[in-house]
């Protein structure tokens, strides 16, 4: 027996030192059997003749030779058959894509060895066998059909255009059903067809020849055809080339073999990927048709203040909004979310300026609360906005200025509300002496004003109580401005408005509130009251008073209209003397400008 092309590394230890020692504890490698051999003698000839039956035994015999080729002993007999195992793959290889090819074109059986054998290839020569194929169905289906796809000459022929797609599918799906159904050729060609329909939309999009009937129409159809046949994960038909060192062809192969081409290098005619959703991306530059299609519902709604707390009106709106938002995150495009946003604000604002408020005095709590919903709800759909659409510093302006107004509307309520509430802060009772009368009734809807405060849910509560106190100081400051007061007057309604703090803060205290009265306008009405309590009769010691605590909330001007005319000449005196000795360099006082008659 001649020698061996590998030997042990024991032989290569003894040759090289000489000595016949007993060689390390290594397993001894292992002659090829008889089907190994027999698989290389018959190999070049199998896949000469194409004996797809034969090569499908051969190649699974040499499976096991090729992955551990170092634990054998390759006969020299052989060794030149094992070093044209990979020449011979490679020839294999192509003559599989030559018939398959062939079987396709010609719409011919194909033997099913074919198919097995192009399985039994090694990794990368099965993909490039599944690749080819598909590259070229691919390739031949454009050029039969491109032409036909592009003769699209409006949006209303999409439907008609989709149809044909399915049938070309069809069409491929029949042909090439004798192939692995994992080769998802018929997918392929249907996602490159896709997109050449996709760029004739795009055009079609550019020129605006269509109506909202035709888009929506259009948009749709994409839509669906895209869940229906486009969704899932997409199967890539080419693969990263990869060296492999056993499947390269050795230096001693025959020139011809050297020189064979590699026929699976199949080139796609068309390069671009076509994404799960990228027929119905043609349609994403005129989205905002479908937007303000979706919330068209708006323009009928209005928002309802009622009670103490969010009115479902508003929660309607909402509900509107985040349904239309959950259709667009199918798109997933930075211009969509604009889009969204844009007529969102617009309609938002619309619909909060157009709806009504009034009685505050039932509805008070209901408006805040839904100014303070909207607001806080639209933050976060900006918050979301940019989170799904890949967006930076969004705003809606037209929505917060709509809300700003509406505050504005619902403290204007207030005011007249609780003006029409101190309605018996006029000279007549005064007058009569009668303010106690009317005290328990209003202390009592005021305690419940505060009560229904301290509910609020989404509201800042000590904030809103702070300026619902200013707003009651401010009413009551108005009712008493107008009235010619005296000092039993001043008196009277200064004993009116201490029993009123003392309700006000035990109210307060009781809800949880912490103590908010001072300062406010109800300090100021108490300060204007206390400056009537010296009689006009006494001009000095009057200007005196007024110059110690109006601590320049109001004018003197102001004071001089609420006296009686014949007292006014001695009051501008003896304030313009007071004045004069407040402007000079020994006193500290603020100075007072004279007050002409």
């Known amino acids: 027996m001649g020698e061996h092309v590998h030997g042990t590394e024991e032989e290569k230890e003894r040759k090289e030192t000489g000595c016949p020692g007993e060689a390390s504890p290594r397993p001894e490698s292992e002659e090829i059997n008889k089907e190994h051999k027999k698989a290389l003698s018959n190999f070049r000839d199998q ?57 396709i074109a010609n719409d011919k059986a194909l033997d099913k060895s074919i198919v097995v054998l192009s399985t039994l290839l090694s990794e990368k020569y099965a993909a490039d066998v599944r690749n080819s194929i598909v590259t070229w169905v691919t390739n031949f289906t454009l050029a039969e059909e491109t032409k036909n796809i592009e003769q699209l000459a409006s949006l209303s022929g999409i439907e008609a255009a989709l149809d044909k797609l399915l049938r070309i599918k069809d069409s491929v799906g ?53 869940k229906t046949y486009l969704s899932g994960k997409r199967q890539k038909h080419t693969s990263p080339q990869q060296e492999i060192s056993a499947l390269q062809l050795s230096t001693s192969s025959p020139t011809h073999l050297q020189l064979l081409e590699d026929i699976s290098q199949e080139q796609p005619l068309f390069r671009e990927e076509t994404s799960q959703n990228g027929l119905s991306a043609a349609l994403v530059p005129r989205i905002d048709i479908y937007v303000a299609s979706e919330l068209s519902g708006l323009a009928e709604m209005r928002i309802v203040f009622e ?195 003392v309700s006000l803060r035990q109210a307060i205290s009781e809800s949880g509130f912490a103590p908010c009265l001072h300062p406010s306008m109800i300090d100021s009405v108490k300060i204007y009251l206390k400056v009537f309590l010296v009689s006009s009769t006494n001009p000095k010691d009057f200007a005196e008073n007024y110059q110690t605590i109006s601590n320049g909330l109001f004018t003197f001007h102001q004071i001089l209209a609420k006296t009686p005319k014949k007292h006014r000449k001695p009051l501008i005196d003896a304030f313009n003397a007071l004045s004069a000795q407040s402007d000079t360099p020994h006193t500290s006082h603020t100075t007072s400008q004279p007050v002409h008659q």
């Open 47 to 103: 896949v000469r003749y194409k004996d797809y039956k034969g090569l499908v035994k051969t190649l699974q015999s040499l499976e096991t030779l090729m992955k551990k080729s170092h634990q054998f002993v390759i006969p020299d007999k052989y060794a030149v058959k094992f070093n044209m195992v990979q020449e011979n793959i490679l020839l294999l290889k192509n003559i599989i894509i030559s018939d398959i090819k062939c079987s």
């Open 174 to 226: 029949i042909k090439t059903a004798h192939l692995p159904i994992w080769w998802n050729i018929s997918k392929v060609v249907l996602s490159n067809m896709t997109t050449v329909v996709k760029n004739r939309v795009e055009r079609l999009v550019e020129k605006n020849a269509y109506t909202d009937t035709e888009y929506l129409h259009s948009l749709a159809l994409c839509i669906d055809f895209e």
């Open 307 to 501: 009670g103490n707390g969010v009115h479902p009106s508003v929660y309607e709106v909402y509900t509107l909004l985040t349904q239309t938002l959950s259709k667009l995150i199918y798109f997933k495009y930075p211009e969509v979310g604009q889009a969204f946003l844009q007529l969102v604000d617009a309609s938002v604002s619309r619909t909060i300026r157009k709806s009504t408020f009034s009685n505050s005095s039932k509805h008070f709590v209901s408006g805040l609360e839904t100014v303070e919903y909207i607001h806080t709800t639209t933050l976060q759909m900006l918050q979301r906005l940019e989170q799904i659409f890949f967006l930076t510093d969004l705003d809606a302006p037209k929505t917060f200025d709509a809300l700003g107004d509406l505050s504005n509307r619902i403290f204007a309520s207030l005011s007249v509300s609780l003006e029409k509430r101190l309605f018996f802060l006029n000279r007549a009772v005064i007058h009569e002496q009668r303010l106690e009368q009317f005290g328990g009734e209003v202390f009592t809807r005021l305690t419940n004003d505060i009560s229904a405060i301290s509910l609020l849910v989404f509201s800042n509560k000590q904030e809103v109580l702070e300026e619902w106190l200013n707003v009651l100081g401010q009413a009551i400051f108005n009712g008493v401005v107008p009235l010619k007061l005296q000092i039993h007057h001043a008196a009277d309604i200064l004993s009116f408005m201490t029993a009123l703090e």
